[in-house]
C-alpha cells in the first residue's frame, strides 16, 4: 500500500463518512446528552427514573414485548414452513408465482400498508368481512380493540415483510447440495425427515439474522399503533408503544430529555442486538 | 435401487403421500391468497361508489366513470394537495438517492479495495449502524435538528435519507468479490491516476450494485414515515404522512370528523394505491432482478 492510495482511500470515504457522523453518531450522543442532563445540567439517571415511572411506561413496554413475542414465533415458524415448501415444488413456473406473490406486498409499507389494513379490518368494506362477521366483529373498533392488536400489528408486520425473508431462505435452501438431498431421498428419508434433519440445521443462521432483525424491528413499533390511533380517534391509544411515548414527550410536553431517555432505551437494545450478532455471528466475516 | 424402481416409488403414491401433498397445496393456496386479495381489493375499490364498496361483492368492478370520479376527488381535495405529496416524496426519494449513490459507491470501493486507516473500523461501525433498524435513530436525528434549527426544511428529510449504510456494505461486498485488486493494479502499472482507475476500470463493473442500492434506496425512503412526520409540516410533507393525515378527513373512520370537506372510502383507497404505485410498478418489473439480488447478496428487509 502506498501513501498516495491511501489518501485516496480517504477522498473516497469522506462523503459517507460525513454522513455516518451527521447522522449516525451525533444523534446518538446527543441523545445521550440530553437524556443525562436537564437544561443543559447533569442530572445523571433523573429522567430515566422519571420515565420509568410514569404510568405509561410500563404497559407501553408489556405492549410492545407481547407484540414482539407474537410477531416473532409466528415469522420464524411460518416463514421457514413456507420456504420449506416452496422448495419442494418441482414445477418451475408454480415455484416462481409463489415466491413472488408472497414477495409482492413488500412493495406496500408504511402508513400505506396500515391503511390498506384498516380496509381489510373494517367488517363493513372488508374483502372478508363474512370472516370477520363470524369471528364476532360488527366494526373496525371491535377489531382493533386493545386486546387485538398484538395480532392485528403480527399480522399487518407479517403481510408485508414475511416476503423477503421467505426469498432469502429460499436462496439459503438453494446453498445445500443437490446431492445430500437425492442421497437422503434414496435412503428413504421423507420430505418431513429431509426438512428437520438437513434443511432446518441449514437455515438456522438465517433465522438467528431473521429473529434479531424482527426484535430489533419490533421493539421499534410506531406507524401502525400512530396510524390507527388516528383512524379510530384513540380507540387505539396514543401511547399504545415505547416510540409512540417518546413522540409525546418530546411533541405533546416538550420534555425532550424524557423523549431521549426513552430513545437511547431503545437505542442501547437496537445497538446491543447489532453488535452481538457482528461479532458472534458468522454471517458477516468476509474481512 | 434401480432408477426404474425410483420412478415406480414416484407414480405410486402412498395415502401418507397423498396427504402430505394435500396439505402442500392447502397451505400455498391459504397463504397466496393472504398475501395477494388485499392487493386484488385495493386494485378494484378506487372503481367503485361509496355505497358499491359497501354493497357489492368485495371483488367486483366498479366503473371507469366512476374511477375517473374518484381521481378527480382526490386531486380537488384542498386544491390539489395530493399531487403536492406525490411530488414532495419524489423530490425527496430521488435527492436522497442521488446523493446516496455518490457516496457509497466510492465508499464501499474504497472499503473493498483501498488500504488505508481507521478501514477497519469504519467497516465495523457501518455493519453496525446497518444492522439497527432505521426508526431507532429518527428521534435522535430529530433532537438534533432542532438543536441545529433545521427542522421544517427539506433538507431535514434529504440529508437524514441519504444516510443509507446498508448501501455502502452491498457495494463493499460486490467491489470485494466481483473486481480482483490485480485488475486495478494493472490499471496503475499502465498509469492511471487512483480517480481513473476508479471511474474508468471500477464505475463500468458496477452497475448491478448501482441499480440494487438504488432500488433499496428510493423504497426505505419513499415508504418512509415515521421520520418525514417529526421534520417536516405543512405543504412540504410526503405522501405517506399526506394519507395518514387524510385519515382525519374519512367519516366512516371519523365520525366525529368537524372538516366539512370529506373524503369517501373508495377515494381514499385510490390515495392509498397511487401512495403505493411507483413502489408496486418497480417490483412487477424488476421481480427477477430482485429476487435474485436478495437470494445472492442482500440480506435486509
Known amino acids: 500500500m502506498s501513501a498516495g492510495q491511501s489518501r485516496f482511500g480517504y477522498v473516497f470515504v469522506s462523503g459517507y463518512t460525513l454522513l455516518l457522523v451527521a447522522f449516525g453518531l451525533l444523534p446518538t450522543l446527543y441523545a445521550l446528552f440530553l437524556s443525562f442532563t436537564r437544561n443543559g445540567v447533569f442530572v445523571g439517571f433523573d429522567n430515566f427514573v422519571r420515565v420509568f415511572n410514569d404510568y405509561r411506561f410500563l404497559p407501553a413496554v408489556g405492549h410492545v414485548a407481547l407484540y414482539v413475542v407474537f410477531w416473532l414465533i409466528s415469522l420464524i415458524v411460518l416463514v421457514v414452513v413456507l420456504a420449506i415448501v416452496v422448495h419442494g415444488i418441482r414445477v418451475r413456473w408454480l415455484g416462481d408465482t409463489a415466491r413472488f406473490l408472497f414477495y409482492i406486498p413488500g412493495a406496500i409499507a408504511g402508513a400505506s400498508s396500515v391503511l390498506l389494513w384498516l380496509f381489510v379490518l373494517d367488517p363493513s368494506v372488508s374483502p372478508v368481512s363474512a370472516l370477520l362477521r363470524a ?42 447440495s443437490a446431492d445430500i438431498m437425492e442421497a437422503a431421498r434414496i435412503d428413504g428419508a421423507g420430505a418431513l425427515q429431509v426438512a428437520w434433519h438437513i434443511q432446518l440445521p441449514m437455515l438456522t443462521k438465517w433465522i438467528s439474522y431473521m429473529g434479531i432483525m424482527s426484535l430489533a424491528a419490533g421493539t421499534q413499533l410506531f406507524v401502525e399503533p400512530k396510524v390507527l390511533a388516528q383512524a379510530t380517534k384513540n380507540v387505539v391509544p396514543e401511547d399504545y408503544s415505547l416510540n409512540q411515548l417518546a413522540y409525546l414527550y418530546a411533541f405533546r410536553q416538550g420534555d425532550f430529555s424524557g423523549s431521549a431517555a426513552i430513545s437511547v432505551m431503545l437505542l442501547v437494545v437496537a445497538l446491543g442486538l447489532s453488535t452481538i450478532f457482528i461479532f458472534r455471528g458468522k454471517l458477516f466475516e468476509r474481512d | 435401487m434401480t432408477d426404474l424402481a425410483v420412478r415406480r416409488r414416484r407414480r405410486a403414491l402412498t395415502p401418507g403421500q397423498w396427504i402430505g401433498r394435500a396439505f402442500v397445496a392447502v397451505v400455498l393456496l391459504a397463504f397466496a391468497a393472504f398475501f395477494i386479495l388485499p392487493i386484488i381489493w385495493l386494485l378494484l375499490a378506487p372503481t367503485k361508489t361509496n355505497s358499491e364498496l359497501l ?17 378527480n376527488e382526490l386531486f380537488a381535495f384542498g386544491s390539489g394537495v395530493f399531487a403536492v405529496w406525490l411530488g414532495n416524496s419524489a423530490f425527496y426519494s430521488f435527492t436522497a ?41 429518527v ?46 493494479n494493472a490499471a496503475r502499472i499502465d498509469g492511471a491516476g487512483e480517480f481513473r482507475v476508479f471511474a474508468q476500470v471500477a464505475m463500468p463493473l458496477a452497475t448491478p450494485v448501482i441499480a440494487l442500492v438504488g432500488f433499496f434506496s428510493f423504497v426505505a425512503n419513499w415508504n418512509n414515515y415515521f421520520l418525514p412526520f417529526l421534520v417536516v409540516g405543512g405543504q412540504k410533507i410526503p405522501v ?62
Not at chain 1, 155 to 160: P, T
Not at chain 1, 164 to 170: A, D, L, Q, R
Open chain 1, 135 to 176: 369471528m364476532g366483529y360488527e366494526s373496525l373498533v371491535n377489531v382493533v380493540a386493545v386486546g387485538n392488536l398484538p395480532v392485528v400489528f403480527t399480522v399487518i408486520a407479517f403481510w408485508a415483510g414475511a416476503g423477503g425473508w421467505i426469498v432469502i431462505m429460499y436462496g439459503a435452501l438453494n446453498n445445500i
Open chain 2, 55 to 71: 354493497l357489492s361483492g368485495p371483488f367486483a368492478f366498479g366503473s371507469f366513470e366512476q374511477l375517473a370520479a374518484n381521481w
Open chain 2, 97 to 137: 438517492l442521488a446523493i446516496t449513490l455518490i457516496v457509497s459507491v466510492p465508499a464501499g470501493y474504497a472499503l473493498a479495495l483501498i488500504e488505508f486507516k481507521g478501514r477497519r473500523i469504519l467497516l465495523v461501525t457501518t455493519l453496525i449502524v446497518m444492522l439497527i433498524p432505521n426508526t431507532a435513530l
Open chain 2, 139 to 184: 428521534l435522535p436525528i430529530f433532537l438534533e435538528l432542532s438543536a441545529a434549527r433545521l427542522i421544517g426544511s427539506p433538507l431535514a428529510v434529504i440529508l437524514p435519507f441519504s444516510f443509507f449504510p446498508f448501501g455502502v456494505y452491498l457495494t463493499y461486498i460486490y467491489f470485494s468479490t466481483a473486481v480482483s485488486r490485480d485488475l486495478l
Open chain 2, 240 to 301: 405517506q404522512v399526506g394519507l395518514a393525515n387524510l385519515l382525519s378527513n374519512v367519516p366512516a373512520f371519523n365520525p366525529t370528523t368537524a372538516s366539512s370537506i370529506v373524503i369517501q372510502l373508495p377515494t381514499l383507497a385510490l390515495a392509498t394505491l397511487l401512495s403505493v404505485a411507483p413502489i408496486l410498478l418497480i417490483f412487477l418489473f424488476a421481480q427477477r432482478f430482485l429476487v435474485e439480488g436478495m437470494t445472492a447478496g442482500g440480506t435486509k428487509e
